[in-house]
């Protein structure tokens, strides 16, 4: 069974509990873990895009992007600290930041009468909880809410046009004939991607997805490859005597939905920093903008080179043309239904084709900005993981990073290869983004 | 957001009538080409401006001062949009037909007078020589098919403002003439990676492109891509290899496929690209405004793309593929010694005798210009077609027809194929790196994506 769709089940399960739960942090005045709007609201779309709608993690990490590119655009509009990414409207300095950064999330999120956002469907659900949100702000000096609401819904129009036509859920790739080194859908489900128009959306921040085009995989024939493959096969394999308990832990802690667990490290960062809305609204947006990025190029380049997963390249290997790997027909990469997780749905290896690795395309847009904001490699932090259900800590930022390229070894699911390029990919897009966008003003 | 539906095409089907009776009347003037009065003259211009002999990046200016000229004169009339030009008042009951005649007709004349005309070839000359008495009789033809009265002679007089407001404005842009002249241009000191004449040695082509006042642009260098790779990095060293291995006349890996794919992007550009946007305004059954509108956005930002291509060109100056794979390519043409440099790359082999499958163009390696107007085109229409399903069929060469035919056709269902496409054909011509057409095609796509926020927008 397609693991997403599974994902989709759960989510739409899961929404009415969450509806009372909100419905009561709401009530409950003030929120216990309230911080400002910035992650108020990133939490908020965090659960309209994951939970509710239920978006796997590449197609996700775009609808982040818009909506936290609209909540910049209004934080910035009253602070005029940085360049905007798409408007600056006139704004007045005491106009309401945590209005215009709610409205903003709110309206890419539902969009308005003449102008859909996201997810028209989840209007009952967050009105009454943008209203309520709204009734408990302060209207200090009168007047300033409403200027704060006005300025949200400016931004978040702007990047809702500026999406319109984007190539969102457009038709997939053609897909490659079958030959030895290119991607067959893998078992045990066979799935196909559910989100392959991805690599042909408008990028957010790159001029266009060609500048991030990668090496591409080693030929099969290579020492290289050789390698790559030798390592998959012994440390990947479900019943893998050399992997070690951590390194089983860690896979399946990466494999919780990316874009979700990233934004809740966001949101940890933020308070154990002390970030003000102003730098929450910039980090959020820097961030997600990068990942989008990152993703919509690591896509087009998935479709570029269609390289095959492990499960296929170690159960076919006899077809290759290497004499230094042996097939193993029946082969399985940690990432089977037969591997324990604490959440739905069940690891298998991803519908999609192997290179680049989309995790470490993403993560490595993230962790390279975050490195960017704060200046220093060296900040520490813990994340949460519902798919292990368990809490890694990291030192620094590439602790993470350099964990997951491991990782997605690790499951069985990437030749090494494909990790390390797609980290090139999201670095090449972080670079881009720290030389081009959101600089200081003056 | 697509507005090209709001249209109609009311004007087609008197006019098809009025040719009917016009082709009864007098057999020797059914010479205009197909289609309504933008689509003909556009048809017209790109004949003009490839048969004099133009190359390519100076060739889409020329059609861009005769776009923007035939663009304000409809919008003068019809409104809708910000026109390119100063606004134009139009009469009432104007008609757009004469407007656009007009418009085209005296910007074309105005650009083209024999001492404009190259001296050779022969035949290139001889054609450009004929321009105006051709023009003189299309336009001549045009007109009688429009009924005589005050619409008509209010729309000449549109046509006629439109025309001088554009060769106003644009007075001292940097063009010069004659066609396909060279010029001058900041050289660097000779060595590894400077540009080279190429076999068979013309002279540098048109580097004042590089220095002209863009279309709509700020500067040409406001997207100036970043420097090549070094010569000592592996970048350089997997490219080189690419386009030695790729990119051969003789011996080389390409498939046959691959092969005609190089030899298709052989095709004028102007020629490529106006046949696009007339068979686009058919297949859409675009009205007079529209297509204006769409030859107005291709071949102005057309043009800025390539302005700022071969101002990044001539501003790097870096060497062509022939060059550095085979250093006995070269020949006194003051910017080297003969043989010329090695790249000083022991991972690099050069190959005595080495030649690209197709005539490397004559001007600097990097960036592309192919690239940088097909991606900026591809964004054209994405835009306008408000999906980046564009769905076009390209018109390109065959091998198998005469020389400079568009007998070839691909079709591209994405903006993004079109893009992956360009960039591979280069490498497989064997005159560019893939590098290059990347840094064209990013460049192509910026610039396109200014111009269509700073201009041709629709007004309330």
Not at chain 1, 63 to 75: H, I, L
Not at chain 2, 208 to 216: A, L
Request: aromatic share 10%; net charge negative; glycine share 6%.
């Amino acid at each position: 069974m397609n693991p997403l769709t599974h994902f989709k089940i759960f989510a739409k399960i899961s929404i009415l509990p969450l509806l009372i739960v909100l419905a009561l942090v709401a009530l409950a005045s003030p929120p216990v873990a309230r911080a400002d709007a910035v992650t108020d609201w990133n939490a908020i779309a965090s659960t309209a895009i994951v939970t509710n709608a239920g978006q796997p993690p590449h197609p996700s990490l775009l609808s982040f992007a818009m909506v936290q590119g609209a909540v910049y655009d209004a934080v910035n509009a009253i602070d005029r600290g940085h360049q905007p990414y798409l408007v600056q409207p006139d704004a007045n300095q005491t106009d309401s930041m945590e209005a215009a950064a709610s409205t903003a999330a709110f309206r890419v999120l539902v969009g308005f009468d003449d102008l859909p956002g996201l997810f028209p469907a989840q209007l009952p659900t967050w009105r009454p909880v943008y209203d309520a949100y709204l009734a408990n702000l302060p209207d200090d000096p009168p007047g300033s809410r409403a200027a704060g609401v006005a300025i949200g819904e400016t931004t978040s129009r702007a990047m809702l046009e500026a999406r319109l036509n984007d190539g969102r859920f457009g038709p997939p790739p053609d897909l490659y004939p079958p030959a030895p080194g290119i991607w067959r859908r893998t078992p045990p489900n066979f799935g196909l991607d559910p989100a392959a128009w991805v690599g042909n959306v408008l990028p957010f921040i790159v001029p266009s997805a060609e500048m991030l085009r990668t090496d591409g995989p080693n030929p099969l024939t290579s020492a290289a490859y050789t390698e790559d493959f030798n390592e998959v096969k012994e440390v990947g394999a479900l019943y893998s005597t050399t992997r070690t308990p951590d390194q089983t832990e860690a896979a399946i802690f990466w494999q919780d939905h990316g874009s979700a667990v990233w934004n809740r490290v966001f949101r940890t960062l933020a308070a154990s920093q002390n970030l003000d809305i102003v730098e929450n609204a910039r980090l959020f947006a820097m961030e997600n903008l990068a990942a989008a990025d990152a993703t919509i190029g690591c896509w087009n380049d998935k479709y570029y080179w269609q390289f095959w997963r492990p499960i296929t390249a170690i159960r076919e290997a006899d077809t290759d043309g290497n004499p230094d790997t042996q097939a193993d027909p029946t082969w399985l990469p940690l990432f089977d239904p037969a591997t324990p997780v604490c959440n739905p749905p069940l690891l298998v290896t991803p519908p999609f084709p192997d290179h680049p690795a989309g995790h470490t395309s993403g993560s490595g847009a993230i962790v390279y900005t975050l490195q960017n904001f704060f200046g220093t490699d060296r900040v520490g932090f813990s994340a949460f993981s519902n798919k292990s259900c368990t809490t890694r800590s990291f030192d620094r930022f590439s602790d993470a990073l350099k964990e997951i390229i491991d990782a997605r070894v690790w499951g069985g699911i990437h030749f090494r290869t494909a990790d390390m390029q797609g980290a090139v990919l999201g670095k090449k897009v972080a670079h881009y983004l720290e030389k081009h966008y959101f600089q200081p003003v003056q | 957001m697509n507005s090209l539906i709001q249209f109609k095409k009311v004007l087609i089907l008197p006019l098809l009538i009025a040719s009917a009776l016009v082709a009864l009347a007098s057999p020797a003037a059914a010479t205009l080409p197909p289609g309504n009065a933008v689509q003909q003259w556009n048809k017209i211009a790109e004949d003009t401006v490839v048969g004099s002999g133009t190359f390519q990046p100076e060739g889409v200016v020329y059609m861009a001062y005769v776009s923007a000229a035939v663009y304000d004169a409809v919008v003068a009339i019809e409104g809708g949009f910000e026109p390119y030009g100063p606004s134009i008042t139009a009469p009432p009951g104007a008609s757009v037909d004469a407007a656009v005649v007009e418009s085209a007709y005296r910007t074309l004349w105005a650009y083209f007078p024999p001492e404009s005309c190259p001296a050779s070839p022969p035949n290139v000359r001889e054609f450009c020589l004929g321009v105006r008495p051709r023009l003189d009789a299309f336009y001549a033809e045009a007109l009688a098919l429009i009924p005589d009265g005050p619409p008509k002679e209010d729309g000449r007089a549109v046509g006629l403002a439109a025309a001088n407001s554009i060769i106003a404005l644009r007075s001292g842009d940097g063009r010069m003439t004659p066609i396909n002249v060279s010029s001058s241009f900041p050289t660097l000191p000779p060595g590894p990676g400077v540009w080279r004449l190429t076999p068979p040695f013309a002279a540098p082509q048109t580097p004042w492109v590089g220095f002209m006042r863009p279309f709509i642009l700020q500067s040409l260098d406001q997207y100036l891509p970043d420097p090549p790779p070094s010569l000592q990095s592996l970048e350089w060293v997997e490219a080189f290899n690419e386009t030695k291995a790729y990119g051969a006349l003789n011996g080389s890996a390409r498939t046959a496929e691959q092969t005609f794919i190089a030899r298709f992007w052989s095709a004028h550009v102007v020629r490529q690209y106006n046949l696009v946007v007339r068979e686009v305004a058919d297949a859409h059954g675009l009205g007079l405004l529209e297509i204006a509108r769409l030859a107005a956005m291709i071949n102005l930002i057309g043009a800025d793309s390539l302005m700022a291509t071969f101002n990044a060109k001539y501003h790097y100056l870096f060497w062509r593929p022939v060059t550095v794979i085979d250093p006995t390519a070269v020949t006194n043409d003051g910017f080297g010694p003969v043989p010329g440099y090695d790249d000083g790359n022991p991972a690099t082999i050069e190959q005595m005798g080495w030649r690209p499958l197709m005539t490397t163009p004559n001007h600097p390696e990097y960036p592309s210009a192919h690239g940088s107007i097909t991606s900026a085109v591809a964004e054209v229409f994405r835009t306008v077609l408000g999906t980046n399903q564009i769905n076009l069929d390209i018109h390109g060469f065959d091998p198998a027809g005469p020389p400079g035919n568009l007998n070839a056709v691909r079709h591209f269902d994405m903006a993004n194929d079109l893009r992956r496409e360009i960039i591979d054909a280069r490498v497989w011509a064997g005159f560019h790196y893939r590098f290059s057409d990347v840094a064209g095609v990013v460049l192509g796509r910026q610039v396109a994506n200014f111009d269509l926020r700073h201009a041709f927008q629709p007004v309330q």
